[in-house]
């Protein structure tokens, strides 16, 4: 152990955005518009966003406050924006994911960087520095738990360990010291939650319980701010985050190169709208039907092979086979794998499939299997795809999927998938709204960038 938690809050209260180099702050700028495109779909299309936004008024939530919810009109108080912002963002399951750590930085720590960068005033370069230091300190923390580990404990490390990254972008936007962020990520480990449990029906706790970390790590740092006293050694105490979420703890990993090496340039995109454990396996199962012209007739069988974590989240063929739900489809490699041999893409649009009796029949035709040349990788995501057909055996073995930083989309191919999303709820502001995301650091207020998403959401 070597201090992890101080040294995590030292570095947040140091960073200054000249500090950061120009392709992280690039980067990160990219990662925030790609967030954002999932928030404002979901906010008119995530079947669970009407409960959600249904719980805020019946608890008298929805007071007018200086946040903006993406894809809403209104403005909204800061915890609350962050709460909304977080489930949306993560509704799709369309957001972007680092592999080491296994978890999905952005949708925790982008919102609470939103809300309290409008609630302060900040600037597009304080919110963009705010957003680097949350990427950093979720993602050193979801390696240091091990999530292999961590999910065998059945964590969800978004929702745990991303507390955490927003309990650092929130602190961090309100000028906190060193010490106050220390009481902050003590706050953060009493609140740090999330189970994989939502797995077994489909439930949207997945969403809620993102949105949650996001909005109580703003509260963390808002009570530090205010004088709260929270525990100290929350990251490698007796009792800390490394002791009670993970059998495997490496806590080198929470500090090992902080400030030299960018966690941030780690974290890859999503091409499709599922877990990203069914990414590759997708992408070989679209190359392989276009190289092979295979039909669905045609095909005898199909095994897929994952890693472990891929099997506990997609591959379970008792209850993953025929989803009846979204939820289900996206953590379905049996549903998605399915599909996007049938016809060869995958979108968002593509979930009204769900109970397609073409899509049922094919997958009827999958085995997934865990595959023990996909374990000890330095990526967990790969996938072995083998098809049987009257012709023979026809098999891909995939390392990574599509979007992982070796094979990162171009700024216009992420701006497209943007637009994809967000031009049907913004309309003609959406190429606005995305123009001030990408030029973030010229903005002297953020409210310059946030007031195109309200004004277009009207």
């Known amino acids: 152990m070597a201090n992890e938690t101080a040294t995590l809050a030292g570095y947040v209260a140091a960073l200054r955005f000249d500090d950061i180099p120009q392709d992280v702050r690039a980067r990160a700028k990219v990662l925030t518009l790609d967030f954002l495109g999932s928030a404002i779909r979901a906010r008119r299309e995530a079947e669970s966003t009407p409960a959600l936004l249904a719980m805020v008024q019946a608890l008298s939530l929805d007071a007018d406050g200086a946040a903006t919810v993406f894809g809403d009109a209104k403005r909204w108080t ?34 609470a960087a939103f809300a309290v960068g409008e609630l302060v005033g900040a600037s597009g370069r304080d919110v963009l520095t705010a957003i680097v230091a949350g990427y950093e300190v979720c993602c050193r923390l979801g390696n240091a738990l091990d999530p292999t580990s961590h999910y065998a404990r059945g964590f969800h490390p978004t929702a745990t360990a991303g507390t955490y990254g927003a309990a650092a972008a929130a602190a961090k936007l309100f000028g906190l010291s060193a010490a106050q962020i220390v009481s902050a990520f003590g706050v953060s480990g009493s609140q740090a939650a999330g189970s994989l449990q939502f ?47 993970t059998d495997t703890p490496h806590h080198d990993k929470a500090v090992a190169d902080l400030g030299r090496v960018y966690e941030t340039m780690k974290i890859g995109v999503k091409p499709y709208p599922s877990c990203r454990y069914t990414h590759a396996a997708i992408d070989a199962l679209i190359a392989m039907r276009r190289e092979h012209n295979l039909t669905p007739e045609q095909v005898k069988k199909v ?75 330095t990526h967990p995501f790969g996938a072995r795809v083998s098809i049987t057909t009257d012709d023979g055996v026809h098999e891909r073995i995939y390392a990574d999927p599509s979007g992982e930083p070796n094979s990162f989309p171009s700024d216009q191919a992420m701006a497209q998938k943007f637009l994809q999303l967000a031009r049907p709820v913004l309309d003609g502001g959406a190429q606005s709204f995305a123009d001030a995301i990408m030029s973030l650091e010229q903005c002297a207020r953020i409210d310059e960038a946030t007031g195109f998403a309200r004004r277009s959401a009207a």
């Open 78 to 111: 800061p915890a609350v924006a962050a709460l909304l912002n977080g489930a949306l963002g993560h509704s799709l399951d369309f957001d972007d994911t680092h592999a080491d750590s296994s978890l999905h930085p952005s949708a925790p720590v982008v919102p």
């Open 199 to 245: 797995l077994v029906n489909g439930a949207w706790n997945k969403r809620y319980q993102v949105g949650a970390a996001a909005m109580n790590g703003v509260i963390a740092a808002t009570l530090a701010k205010n004088g709260f006293i929270g525990a100290t050694e929350s990251v490698e105490g007796i009792h800390g985050l490394l002791v009670g979420y």
């Open 303 to 377: 095994e897929i092979g994952l890693h472990r974590n891929g099997i506990t989240l997609t591959g379970d063929a008792a209850t993953k086979r025929h989803p009846s739900s979204i939820v289900g489809g996206q953590f379905s490699m049996f549903f998605t794998g399915a599909l996007a041999l049938e016809q060869g893409s995958f979108g968002w649009d593509d979930y009204t499939r769900l109970g397609d009796p073409a899509i049922d029949a094919l997958a009827d035709k999958f085995d997934v299997v865990q595959d023990s040349r996909l374990e000890g990788k």
